[in-house]
């Protein structure tokens, strides 16, 4: 079972280009997130999604977009990136509304 | 706001001295309190769901119990595997996953 499949692992980008993040679960949840992780930080929720075609804002959503064309792929875009953010993400999925995400490995970016 | 703070930062263990972590928690009624454990360079992963005051669940040497502002994950003749940073996160009611806080963490090393 692959679970949350989340690419690349790794990404240094300059300040003011732009990337996608991919991620890709293939348990047929139909809630998506995206997170990201900072030292000292818990997780903040940037953007969700409760099916395909609906998403919506989570506490630090500006300066990306997501879109959810199908109910298995949520990838998160990055405009123009920015130094502030340079993070850890993390995609997750889940079955229900209740708390019990799954999440992905993670990926590292790095904005100079 | 709700706020989930969890103590200590780190904690070191000798290989079988038990101990417990703690989890305390804000939030205006509680919908449910999650438990997770992270490996370095992992996504979290899910461990426990506790509901109500009083309840408690167990998974080998991990116990997690839930009072009406706390939670405590005891910790029983941890093994160096048990090594990991382990996530507190609360939902309030009325919210599904949108509205989950993550406490920061307690890095757990277990030294053989």
């Known amino acids: 079972n692959a679970g949350v499949t989340q690419t690349p692992k790794f990404q240094v980008l300059k300040t003011g280009q732009s990337m996608t993040l991919q991620c890709a679960q293939d348990?047929?949840?139909?809630?998506m997130s995206w997170y990201r992780q900072d030292p000292g930080m818990g997780l903040r929720l940037i953007h969700y999604s409760v099916g395909a075609g609906i998403t919506d804002q989570g506490e630090v959503p500006n300066g990306y977009n997501v879109s959810r064309s199908t109910t298995e792929d949520f990838p998160l875009r990055l405009l123009s990136a920015a130094p502030s953010q340079t993070s850890v993400y993390f995609c997750?999925?889940?079955?229900?509304?209740?708390?019990?995400?799954?999440f992905g490995s993670g990926t590292q970016l790095s904005v100079l | 706001e709700d706020q989930v703070t969890q103590s200590p930062e780190a904690l070191r263990l000798q290989e079988g001295e038990s101990s417990s972590l703690n989890c305390s928690y804000t939030v205006s009624g509680l919908r449910g309190l999650f438990w997770y454990r992270q490996d370095p360079g992992k996504g979290p992963e899910f461990l426990f769901t506790l509901y109500s005051a009083g309840e408690e669940k167990e998974k080998e040497r991990l116990k997690a119990t839930l009072t009406k502002k706390e939670s405590f994950l005891h910790i029983t003749a941890p093994k160096p595997e048990d090594s990991a940073t382990y996530l507190c996160a609360v939902q309030a009611p009325n919210f599904g996953n949108e509205k989950l806080t993550f406490g920061t963490g307690t890095r757990l090393t277990i030294i053989p």
């Open positions: 348990m047929n949840h139909e809630y």
């Open positions: 997750a999925s889940s079955a229900t509304n209740l708390g019990k995400l799954f």
